[in-house]
């Protein structure tokens, strides 16, 4: 049980956490800032906090858990004001979806503290943002992923643990540069293909025609494309060196199928497409038994 949590941001991401945590018995009270006083207001009269801070610092103090849910290009001065005012007795913790660039803004800015933090990415999330669509049932059954330094206390770290188990979370440890290389792949990258899908189609004189006659499978596709602009912004340029590099791998493997489909080499294609689709099904095997 901790004593209060202190909220910085009251979107998606934080205010589920809040909620989780409140459901769960695990917090007895939750102060919250976010830059928007219309924001915290929201968030008091839903009931994910239960009380407003008017600044960052002021969620912190008097706070046994701290998360930082703000954007990723906001997090390096969100370190920065709150360092002060943190305690050794303190769990801090992000919801980012990058990890190295954290740790390298969390080393600069959180002092003797930094061992206190440990930074964490939920594998959760909806196409859609702010306070009001905050839920609960978010981390249920979902993966989360720690990422601790070597500096981290064994006691923020258990603690970490414990509270994502405890909201029914599945917790993964690895470094951070594990994290990026792996979400370059299978998070960053399929995000950049479907903005990329959806500007090809808007950019052609008949764009709009053709998204008329799109299918369940161009819906499934590109759902992710309607994800928070500034959000996905920051995460493509924090990981900008991994997500490149996913980004060349795509663009050989499609450089191969172009060749394949000009020279109508059928057999070949097939075999292409046939690697894909056991993949596409083991994977999901694996996934349906967890």
């Known amino acids: ?32 800032f976010s830059p928007s006083s219309i924001t915290t207001a929201r968030a008091l009269q839903l009931g994910v906090i239960d009380r407003i801070a008017n600044s960052a610092e002021l969620a912190v103090k008097g706070s046994d858990l701290v998360l930082v849910a703000v954007p990723v290009g906001a997090t390096a001065a969100t370190f920065e004001a709150i360092q002060p005012f943190l305690t050794s007795e303190m769990l801090v913790m992000d919801v980012g979806s990058t990890k190295v660039d954290v740790v390298d803004m969390a080393r600069r800015a959180l002092g003797e503290h930094l061992g206190a933090f440990v930074p964490a990415h939920p594998i959760a999330g909806k196409e859609v943002a702010g306070i009001e669509h905050a839920d609960a049932d978010l981390y249920t ?11 981290t206390r064994i006691k923020p770290l258990k603690k970490a643990l ?24 299978v998070s960053h990258l399929p995000h950049l293909l479907a903005f990329a899908m959806m500007n090809t189609l808007a950019n052609q004189a008949q764009g709009e025609q053709f998204l008329s ?10 759902r992710i494309a309607a994800s928070d602009p ?3 912004r920051d995460i493509m ?12 791998l795509f663009q050989q493997q499609l450089q191969v199928f172009d060749q394949l489909i000009e020279s109508s080499d059928a057999a070949a294609l097939e075999a292409l497409i046939k690697q894909a689709s056991l993949t596409r099904a083991q994977w999901h095997m694996v996934q349906s038994k967890k």
């Open 1 to 32: 049980m901790f004593e209060q949590l202190g909220l910085i941001g009251c979107g998606l991401m934080g205010g589920s956490f809040a909620l989780a945590l409140k459901r769960a018995g695990l917090v007895k009270e939750v102060v919250g």
């Open 141 to 151: 059954g979902k993966q989360v992923i720690l990422t601790p330094l070597e500096c």
């Open 162 to 185: 414990d509270v994502w188990t405890a909201l029914g979370c599945q917790v993964v440890q690895m470094t951070p540069q594990a994290h990026d290389a792996a979400y370059a792949a």
């Open 213 to 222: 006659l799109a299918g369940p499978g161009f819906r499934d596709f590109t």
């Open 230 to 232: 500034k959000v996905w």
């Open 237 to 248: 340029l924090s990981n900008r060196d991994e997500v490149l590099a996913q980004s060349r």
